[in-house]
Each structure stands twice: as C-alpha cells, then as structure tokens.
C-alpha cells in the first residue's frame, strides 16, 4: 500500500522559507516521478512541481518558479519543497503525489502551509 | 499552458444519474483521470486512463474521453457520492487539473 505522510508545515511569515517533507514507503521510490500540489482551502488542486525518479529534473509551475526547490532522497525515500520568498498567496495545504502516468496520483493527508504576519 | 475546463457544480437526485464533463483542446489524445474529494480530506482516484477503476471503486463509477472532452458519469447516484470532483490530465511534464465540480446530490 502506498503511504505518503507530509511533515513541516506550519505558520511562516511573508518573505519566509519554509521546508516540508514527505516520508513515502510501500513501493519502489525511487522508479517514480513525485509530484507537489497544492489546495487553498476552499479552492481547487494547483500542481506546483514535478521531480524524476533519479531527481536530476525539476519542473515547476510558474507561480512557485525561481522560490521553490523540490529534491529527493531516494537512500530514505523522502522529498523535500524547499520554499523561499513565501507570499500570503501561498497559503494552502500542500500534498506530496506519487505520479504514476498513466495510472493516476496518490495521495498524501496533506499538510497546512500559512504565511501570514 | 494547457488547459481544463469543469462547470463549477451539477445536482441530481439521489438514484439517478449525474454526469460531469472537462474539456480540453484535442483532449482524447491523452489520458483523463478523475478525482473525487470530500471535505476535509485527500482527493482519492476513481477513474484512471479514462475509463478505468481502481480496485474498491463502485461500478457506478465510469467515464469516457473522445474529442475535446472527458466525462465522468455515476449511475444510480447515492448521497455518499456527494463531493467535488476533478479531471487530470498530464501535458508537457506538468500534472494539469480542471478547476473541480461540486457534486450536490439532492
């Protein structure tokens, strides 16, 4: 069973950094590409980046291009979103995916990301 | 950037059924999955490459894609199925979803 568990979120304020994680197991990690989405409560799922299985590429949505780093580490199966130059607008919960075009995302519980002063 | 487009709420009565499109330019060339979320929760897959269902997901469940657009149908809705849902497509190495559909079974 794939488990996706999210760590780090919290309150931050705007032109913070933030880091959050995501612990995965129950498959093989490091032969899938992850992904990061986001949801402001109330509102609808935005992709915000992309990550191959080897981590050597990136691909993100222009919101979040040039402030936020997403890697791997595929010796303990984890993911890091490394956010620099938070805004108010990016306040929204965030959930790590396991992408297995053509098969569909699953899903982390998704953790809660506030920036406000 | 490519694009989806859902309306953003269909009803139907309990029993019938509730069919939700997403549209999207030449669409039926690539692979539609459909998402059902409830308050409060992760979204969870109910349909995949178009038509298929994960293990656990009811029969009711179904969808097609042709031309420029996607559909997720429900058959004998029920009031556990109310919930928004969302298309997904992928295009480009980006993950691309429609703007959701809440469902009101009433």
């Known amino acids: 069973e794939v488990r996706l568990l999210e760590s780090g979120g919290g309150l931050v304020q705007p032109g913070g950094s933030l880091r959050v994680s995501c612990e995965a197991s129950g498959f093989t990690f490091r032969n899938f590409v992850m992904t990061w989405v986001r949801q402001v409560p109330g509102k609808g799922l935005e992709w915000i980046s992309g990550?191959?299985?080897?981590?050597?590429?990136?691909y993100y949505a222009d919101s979040v291009k040039g402030r936020f780093t997403f890697s791997r580490d595929n010796s303990k199966n984890i993911l890091f979103l490394q956010m620099n130059s938070l805004r108010v607008e990016d306040t929204a919960i965030y959930y790590c995916?396991?992408?297995?075009?053509?098969?569909?995302?699953?899903w982390g519980q998704g953790i809660m990301v506030t920036v406000s002063s | 950037s490519y694009e989806l487009t859902q309306p953003p709420s269909v009803s139907v009565s309990p029993g019938q059924t509730a069919t939700i499109t997403c549209s999207g330019d030449?669409?039926?060339?690539?692979?539609v999955c459909w998402y059902q979320q409830r308050p409060g929760h992760s979204p969870v897959l109910v349909i995949y490459?178009?038509?298929k269902r994960p293990s656990g997901i009811p029969e009711r469940f179904s969808g097609s894609n042709s031309g420029n657009t996607a559909t997720l149908i429900i058959s004998g809705t029920q009031a556990m199925d109310e919930a928004d849902y969302y298309c997904q497509t992928w295009d480009s190495n980006t993950v691309v979803f429609g703007g959701g559909t809440k469902l009101t079974v009433l």
């Open positions: 995916a396991k992408d297995s075009d053509p098969y569909g995302l699953s």
């Open positions: 030449k669409l039926g060339d690539k692979y």
């Open positions: 490459q178009d038509n």
């Open positions: 990550i191959s299985g080897s981590g050597e590429t990136t």
